[in-house]
């Protein structure tokens, strides 16, 4: 667990920075979830996702869900949501802190 208490928005935008990376990850406002990472995976993770962060990942379900979504294009639809599912900038902080691993 990565407790980064950066907040939902910026926890969703490491979990798709790090799916881009190959990692799958959940979040909650305190914490990104990575469900099995060794190590040696979390070495140089912090300069990767400075430069893989983007916007939080859309399900279609979401979509879906969003007010007037049939009149929307579907790109547009996914981008809208992204975007107000995301914090970069606060990710992007939370990627530069130092990270201390603790085994169990």
Same mark, same amino acid.
């Given at each position: 667990? +990565? +407790?980064?208490? /950066?907040?939902?928005?910026?926890?969703?935008? #490491?979990?798709g920075?790090?799916?881009?990376?190959?990692?799958a990850?959940?979040?909650?406002? =305190?914490?990104?979830?990575? *469900?099995?990472?060794k190590? $040696?995976? #979390?070495?140089?993770?912090?300069?990767?996702?400075?430069?893989?962060?983007t916007? /939080?990942?859309v399900? %279609?379900? *979401?979509?879906?869900? #969003?007010?007037?979504? *049939?009149?929307?294009? #579907?790109?547009? @639809?996914? $981008?809208?949501? *992204? =975007?107000?599912?995301?914090?970069?900038r606060?990710? %992007?902080?939370? @990627? $530069?802190?130092?990270?201390?691993?603790?085994? %169990?």
């Amino acid at each position: 667990m +990565w +407790w980064t208490f /950066a907040g939902t928005k910026a926890n969703n935008s #490491l979990v798709g920075a790090l799916a881009s990376t190959g990692i799958a990850a959940t979040s909650n406002p =305190e914490s990104v979830t990575l *469900a099995s990472v060794k190590i $040696d995976d #979390l070495r140089g993770l912090a300069s990767l996702l400075q430069v893989g962060i983007t916007a /939080a990942t859309v399900d %279609r379900q *979401a979509v879906d869900g #969003l007010k007037f979504s *049939a009149a929307l294009p #579907l790109n547009l @639809a996914v $981008d809208t949501l *992204a =975007e107000r599912g995301s914090d970069e900038r606060h990710a %992007r902080a939370s @990627a $530069d802190e130092p990270v201390v691993v603790q085994q %169990r």
